[in-house]
């Protein structure tokens, strides 16, 4: 018999692919089994070739690429992109935990957003990440690098 989830939280893990290599994917999902056991939606935002990665590693937790179109100018349209799902998630779709795997701290206002209509914002970024970004949502999860077979730390490339 399987236990009654219906109390748990709808979580969502909302991952930028173009700031954060795939590499945190365990470190993440290891994470979020501790606390949560599962998660309702994995989403992973990026062009094709920044989410290859993601996909790969998360495949069998049923993650969805998320790519902004390919028009117009490229400057934070994915950032844009993950912002918009994540405020319909929460006012449409009932999500009510947002983890947020970013080091880029053009996601503050999003946590910050996600706690005033009484959401939960879980930032998990590099230690490299700014402070604003480390202390806008309710908890900060430090991401730990994954040696590579070179023995280097795996570092994303610069988007």
Not at 59 to 82: F, Q, V, W, Y
Not at 111 to 137: N, P, V, Y
Not at 140 to 151: E, H, I, K, R
Request: aromatic content about 6%.
């Amino acid at each position: 018999m399987k236990p009654d989830q219906s109390n748990l939280p709808r979580v969502a893990v909302l991952i930028d692919a173009e700031n954060l290599s795939h590499n945190y994917s365990a470190d993440i999902l290891a994470k979020l089994d501790l606390i949560y056991g599962r998660s309702s939606e994995i989403r992973v935002y990026g062009s094709k070739s920044a989410c290859k990665g993601w996909m790969k590693k998360l495949h069998p937790r049923c993650a969805k690429r998320k790519s902004p179109p390919e028009t117009g100018k490229k400057k934070n349209r994915t950032d844009i992109m993950l912002i918009m799902d994540a405020m319909r998630m929460q006012h449409r779709d009932g999500f009510t935990h947002f983890w947020i795997a970013s080091s880029d701290a053009d996601f503050v206002l999003l946590a910050h957003g996600i706690r005033k209509d009484k959401g939960k914002a879980t930032i998990l970024a590099e230690k490299k990440a700014k402070k604003s970004l480390k202390g806008s949502g309710n908890d900060f999860v430090l991401l730990q690098p994954v040696a590579t077979s070179a023995g280097k730390s795996a570092r994303p490339k610069a988007a």
